[in-house]
């Protein structure tokens, strides 16, 4: 399986991708109409795709007494194949898990219409480095790889320059979310694929939530064999871009028509450290990022695109002092919200 050309460009020239939330009743069961509609909140926004069955979307839909993966995936295909979208848009899966749970997530992602899966390494301590690149060859034989640096509060691990080397060597696998939360980490897997033969086939995209903005302003550049590689971070795959969509769409818009000119303005460090405090609130980094999905849930639930701010596991809730930080950045930084255009959209959607 391969990407079409024009989703291929679209991937290479940087997309703006958020990581889909799951809609959930006070019962904890799946609202059905509130995660169509949410998908359609995204495109209406003009992203230029969605990440279904990943962190945000929370890893027990996976769980046995909640059998739900399959469901949000279908879901999420359907409402993007449905709104017949007259441009490039690119569905990704969340995957995760041992080897043969990741081989069976990628099978029902491809069957289900996606064009790539994340590949998760969370959760498998176990696994050596050298297994974990065994499995995602594996799973690049039968779909296109987003790799996927998960930073540790959240399960992910530290791994060695070595292994983004080898992994970046790997066919099919087409692009690398980085999202260590680390810029020394960041570093590590920038410069393997700088010196890999594959460098200008692996594109680069943050999901370093606290570094968005100068993550893709930055243009690295290294010495390899005698020559100068430059490589750009060219997009984005962010649970922070599930919240206040519109707003960080049009921000992503002017980022991609100000990254190439040969001064930068400094109002974008301004604006840079204004979107890590809204991060700060949002993924509740004060207590090690504990309220993450409530935080995000609790945003869309603010602007009537959830019902609450529920989630699957009883330990994913909003932490002390949390709401207090969401309303405040909320207050201070209207202009990255986009209340207005979620009115309106709801509004629209009460009249179809």
């Not at 810029?183 to 890999?196: F, G, K, P």
């Not at 000119?261 to 840079?272: M, N, R, V």
């Not at 309303?327 to 919200?337: F, M, Q």
Request: charged share 25%.
């Amino acid at each position: 399986m391969v990407l079409s050309p024009e989703k291929w460009k679209l991937l290479h020239d940087g997309a703006f991708i958020p990581a889909h939330p799951l809609a959930l009743t006070e019962q904890k069961q799946l609202d059905e109409a509130s995660q169509r509609r949410l998908t359609r909140y995204y495109i209406e926004a003009g992203v230029d795709g969605i990440a279904v069955g990943v962190h945000t979307t929370q890893f027990e839909i996976r769980d046995p007494q909640f059998n739900l993966f399959e469901d949000v995936l279908r879901i999420g295909s359907e409402e993007v194949d449905k709104v017949n979208i007259n441009r490039p848009f690119l569905k990704i899966a969340g995957v995760c898990g041992p080897t043969e749970q990741a081989i069976k997530e990628a099978k029902i992602a491809k069957h289900l219409g996606y064009d790539m899966v994340l590949l998760s390494n969370g959760g498998l301590n176990q696994y050596s480095e050298s297994d974990l690149l065994k499995r995602t060859k594996l799973v690049a034989d039968i779909i296109p790889i987003f790799g996927f640096y998960l930073q540790p509060a959240v399960g992910g691990r530290v791994f060695t320059y070595d292994f983004w080397k080898e992994f970046v060597n790997i066919n099919n696998v087409l692009a690398i979310k980085m999202a260590p939360f680390n810029r020394y980490q960041t570093l590590d897997v920038v410069r393997a694929v700088c010196e890999s033969d594959r460098v200008n086939e692996i594109a680069l995209y943050t999901g370093n939530d606290d570094n968005i903005v100068i993550d893709l302003l930055t243009t690295y550049a290294f010495n390899v064999n005698g020559y100068k590689i430059k490589k750009q971070i060219v997009g984005g795959l962010l649970g922070h871009w599930s919240v206040w969509t519109k707003g960080s769409v049009d921000l992503f818009k002017e980022i991609k028509k100000v990254r190439d000119e040969s001064s930068i303005d400094l109002k974008w460090l301004t604006i840079a450290q204004k979107v890590t405090d809204a991060n700060a609130a949002f993924f509740d980094s004060a207590n090690q990022f504990k309220g993450s999905i409530a935080g995000i849930n609790e945003v869309l639930r603010r602007q009537g695109l959830l019902q609450g701010n529920w989630c699957l596991a009883e330990h994913e809730v909003l932490s002390e002092g949390q709401s207090e930080e969401i309303t405040r950045v909320a207050d201070a930084y209207p202009e990255l919200s986009d209340d207005a255009f979620v009115k309106t959209f709801l509004s629209k959607e009460a009249h179809v």
